[in-house]
C-alpha cells in the first residue's frame, strides 16, 4: 500500500484507493465476501469451551465436508455448529448444546440434529474416502493431534 501511495505522489489517501480497488472488483464482478464454515467454527468453537484437539477434529470433519457436494445444502453457520454439537457428542460432554450459544447463534439442539448426523456419517467413512489424502495426512500430525486416528463408538440400533 505504500507503495502505491508514493507512486501516486500523495494525491489518494489509503481509504480512497481502497474503495477504488472494491469499486473496480464491482465492476469485474468478484465477490470476495464469501461465509466461510471456519470463520464460524473457531471463534464459537472457542466460546463452546473445546480443547485444541477437538477443535483440530471439527477442523478435520469440516474440511472432510468440502468434499461432499451434499453439505453445500446447509449455511456455514450450521455446519459450524453442528460440528460443535457433534464433537460435544462424541466426547460425551454433560451440556452438548447450552443456552448460551443458542442466544447467540439462534439455532437450537434440534436445529442441529441433521446436519450433525451427516457429518457423523462422514467422519465414519473418512478412512474408506479417496479423495482427500492431503487433508488425512495433514490431520495424522502431531501438530493437529492426530485427529485421523480417533475412532467412532458405532451405537447399536434401538429396536
Not at 469451551?49 to 461432499?68: C, D, I, P, R
Not at 448460551?100 to 446436519?115: A, F, P, T
Request: net charge positive; glycine share 4%; hydrophobic share 40%.
Amino acid at each position: 500500500m505504500k507503495q502505491l501511495l508514493s507512486a501516486c505522489a500523495g494525491q489518494y489517501t489509503t481509504t480512497q484507493l481502497l474503495n477504488t480497488e472494491a469499486d473496480m472488483l464491482g465492476v469485474f464482478g468478484f465477490d470476495l465476501i464469501i461465509n466461510s464454515t471456519f470463520k464460524f467454527y473457531e471463534p464459537l468453537a472457542k466460546i463452546s469451551g473445546l480443547e485444541a484437539k477437538n477443535m483440530h477434529l471439527g477442523q478435520y470433519v469440516l474440511e472432510l465436508a468440502l468434499f461432499k457436494t451434499k453439505f453445500l445444502e446447509y449455511t456455514p453457520s450450521m455446519m459450524a455448529c453442528a460440528c460443535i454439537y457433534l464433537i460435544k457428542k462424541i466426547r460425551k460432554c454433560d451440556n452438548s448444546w447450552n443456552d448460551q450459544l443458542v442466544k447467540l447463534v439462534g439455532y437450537r439442539e434440534n436445529d442441529l440434529k441433521s446436519c450433525a448426523k451427516e457429518l457423523c456419517s462422514l467422519l465414519e467413512e473418512a478412512s474408506e474416502m479417496t479423495n482427500c489424502k492431503a487433508i488425512k495426512k495433514k490431520f495424522s500430525l502431531p501438530a493437529f493431534h492426530e485427529v485421523t486416528k480417533i475412532r467412532l463408538e458405532r451405537k447399536e440400533a434401538r429396536k
